[in-house]
Nanobody, 126 residues
Framework: QLQLVESGGGWVQPGGSLRLSCAASGFTLDYYAIGWFRQAPGKEREGVSCISRRDLSTNYADSVKGRFTISRDNAKNTVYLQMNSLKPEDTAVYYC???????????????????WGQGTQVTVSS
């Protein structure tokens, strides 16, 4: 069974940090670009960051540039999202997603796919 499982969410005060993990099972992430998305209550889902197959490209939404860092460890079949300087507006359910990608294809935010994790809640408040 193909699965993506997110972890690492929780509650943090403004200015704090969290690191989200996205672990794949049943398939290898090496053939996929990976994206992080988020959805806040009453808002549409938005792409936050993505990383290409061979780390040749990363992409970030303007709202998180300079604060979030995406990385991948293909040996562990896991992708990470390091989130620093968190703000209340970062509060959302965060999802990882995978899309089959050509070897040197650059990643794009907001790609379409049917491979999604179940989400992890991130709450930033004082």
């Amino acid at each position: 069974q193909l699965q993506l499982v997110e972890s690492g969410g929780g509650w943090v005060q403004p200015g704090g940090s969290l690191r989200l993990s996205c672990a794949a099972s049943g398939f290898t992430l090496d053939y996929y670009a990976i994206g992080w998305f988020r959805q806040a209550p009453g808002k549409e889902r938005e792409g936050v960051s993505c990383i290409s197959r061979r780390d040749l490209s990363t992409n970030y939404a303007d709202s998180v540039k300079g604060r979030f860092t995406i990385s991948r460890d293909n040996a562990k079949n896991t992708v990470y999202l390091q989130m620093n300087s968190l703000k209340p507006e970062d509060t959302a359910v965060y999802y990882c997603a995978a899309v089959r990608s050509a070897l040197y294809e650059l990643c794009r935010l907001n790609f379409s796919t049917d491979k999604w994790g179940q989400g992890t809640q991130v709450t930033v408040s004082s």
